[in-house]
């Protein structure tokens, strides 16, 4: 298969031996779960539960609000012993409304719906389904799968690309799941094609995982809809735009979606919760998670129930062999700090890495020289040196103007810049202060709505009583013309 080269892409240092030769091993039952009803993008999860309540595995503890949310499923029976605000799993630290479960130990399962002939079910039936199990992209974007998949209604879908590039340095988790689950993951695809009513499927896989490309292939290998496509090691590979561009040679335009184009990529991860949430009725409560880093005595990848404490699962891993200087949920070119281990395992956590002073490696920030190494690495074909400019003299708008919006926050960038700028922490600075000014906008819109509303309901009002006034004072003068007839005759 021709593949079409994306301009940029660097090649950092892989660091996957540690973990790249530990199967999966399946977590105990913690002492608590944490769940957050905000592990998605969009509205957050309204909770249907109450405290006290006993639940099963699997039971719905929060219920998705919106075209744009998510449910929140109980990853093991017990008791919902408090709804409250703990710490979100990002570097903020602000708090989140979680729901607390002290499991019984007993880990049963809720009143699954299996369905035996899951290829009779419609497109709509299938992204029903998968919306109730609460599936998310489990490749970091966290976009709720069921909206994607019916996005199929309004474009014709040709092409989907299932990632199982996993370019993120240290992480192994989609690897040990191609390794290990293949069968269910080309199910999973089989029903997304089916789902989405597209005629092919390409599994994208990076040519450092030769294990997992054997695995993928024998187990579609019958299969005439599905090829597994081996891609070169380039970081950020894994992006959509990229991977779609590498693999059509087609590019997503601005302020559009894949869809358009007509293809849909899904995570590997997410191939296999779908084969689970269709096949077995089983929702989405647990997730492969690599722990690494040198800063881990024991680094492998382990399946964790949503809502464990990363504090539990460093513990799991024999804890820390060297001081963490810095503790990352997800890769370390994306991947976010955490403000403490205090805090759960969501539903887009594909690994917790612990780094040491000498990995991170920290250098004193120098002036830009203009090398252009930034420009040449970028995968989008921005000006990183001159948004960066913008953003450093609080000049948004002429960040925008550059392309700030168009960037994918890859970190590709700081990841060669001879002067140590932290280029990526500017764009998303940048990025948070445009959310904020949209959303203050919004906010601003809202207000005058709701001013212009009020100001025509009062004048709806006005004209309202001075028409009653009216017809009062006609009735009073009818009744005393009235009486004056009356006299008269």
Known sequence: MKLFRFKGGVHPEANKIATG????????IPDRLYLSVQQHIGAPAKTEVEIGQHVLKGELLAASQGMISAPIHAPTSGVVVD????????????????????????????????????????????????????????????????????????????????????CEPYLTCDDQLMRHRAEGIVDGIRLMLHGLQAPRA????????????????????????????????????????QMIHLLTGMDIPAGK??????????????????????????????????????????????????????????????????????????????????????????????????????????????????????VNVCPCGLLPLEMANRARKGDIEGAQEFGLMDCISCGSCSYVCPSHIPLVQYFNYSKGIVASQQKEKTHQ????????????????????????????????????AQKARELTS
């Not at 187990?219 to 891609?231: F, K, L």
């Open 445 to 480: 819109n809202e207000i005058r709505l709701l001013a212009q509303q009020r100001t025509e309901r009062i004048e709806r009002e006005k004209i309202a009583k001075a028409e009653a006034a009216a017809k009062r004072k006609a009735a009073r003068e009818a009744k005393k």
């Open 257 to 374: 979606r894949s869809t358009d184009i007509g293809v849909l990529v899904h995570n590997v991860g997410t191939a296999y919760a779908v084969h689970r949430a269709i096949r077995y009725g089983e929702p989405l409560v647990s997730r492969i998670v690599t722990i690494g880093g040198k800063a881990i005595r024991e680094p492998q990848n382990i399946d964790v129930p949503l809502g464990t404490l990363v504090s539990d699962l460093i513990e799991f891993c024999g804890g820390y062999k060297e001081k963490a200087e810095r503790v990352l949920m997800g890769g370390p070119m994306m991947g976010q700090a955490l403000p403490t281990t205090d805090v759960p395992i969501v539903k887009g956590s594909s690994g917790i890495i612990a780094l040491t002073a000498k990995e991170i490696e920290q250098q004193q920030m120098m002036p830009c020289i203009r090398c252009g190494s930034c």
């Open 83 to 166: 709804i409250t605000e703990h710490t979100a799993p990002h570097p903020s630290g602000l708090p989140v409304r979680m729901i607390v479960i002290e499991p019984d130990g007993k880990d049963t399962w809720t009143k699954l719906d299996k369905i035996e002939q899951p290829f009779s079910l419609t497109p709509e039936e299938i992204a029903a389904r998968v919306g109730e199990a609460g599936i998310v992209g489990l490749g970091g974007a966290t976009f709720p799968s069921a909206v994607k998949l019916n996005l199929g209604k309004d474009n014709k879908i040709y092409t989907l690309i299932i990632n199982g590039g996993e």
């Open 202 to 241: 390409l599994i994208a896989i990076e040519d450092n995982k030769p294990t997992a490309i054997k695995a993928m292939q024998k187990a579609c290998e019958d299969i005439e809809s599905i090829d597994v496509v081996v891609i070169p090691n380039l970081y950020p590979m894994g992006s959509e735009k």
């Open 21 to 28: 030769c530990k199967s999966i091993t399946p977590f105990p």
